[in-house]
């Protein structure tokens, strides 16, 4: 059993940056695949990032890459995603989710969420 909490969220205005914080309970978090995920308003909920158990793949989504960065720190059980040059249409609430062993950008198999943080960027 895997629990996870975000945090970092906020207003912010276009253009400017937000580092998200999830934390896992458990001493297994090492062998958790590690995703971000987000739901705006009216819409489904959609990939944004993920990353291996030991660092060395990443993915992101095409309307992310470049401005957001997923990374973790096995030794304090956390995932980060942090974000520059927002823009208004990355406003959602972001979540955090870890997915055994295997890499994968579908939300199908990612067995565990966080309840979520609220990002939103004003024009």
């Known amino acids: 059993q895997v629990q996870l909490v975000e945090s970092g969220g906020g207003l912010v205005q276009a253009g400017g940056s937000l580092r998200l914080s999830c934390a896992a309970s458990?001493?297994?978090?090492?062998?958790?695949?590690m995703g971000w995920f987000r739901q705006a308003p009216g819409k489904e909920r959609e990939f944004v990032a993920c990353?291996?158990?030991?660092?060395?793949?990443?993915y992101y989504a095409e309307s992310v890459k470049g401005r957001f960065t997923i990374s973790r720190d096995n030794a304090k059980n956390t995932v980060y995603l942090q974000m520059n040059s927002l823009k208004p249409e990355d406003t959602a609430v972001y979540y955090c989710?870890?997915?055994?062993?295997?890499?994968?950008?579908?939300?199908?198999?990612?067995?565990?969420w966080g309840p979520g943080t609220q990002v939103t960027v004003s024009s």
């Open positions: 989710a870890a997915r055994p062993l295997v890499l994968s950008i579908a939300q199908a198999g990612y067995d565990y």
């Open positions: 458990g001493r297994t978090f090492s062998r958790y695949a």
């Open positions: 990353i291996s158990r030991n660092s060395g793949s990443t």
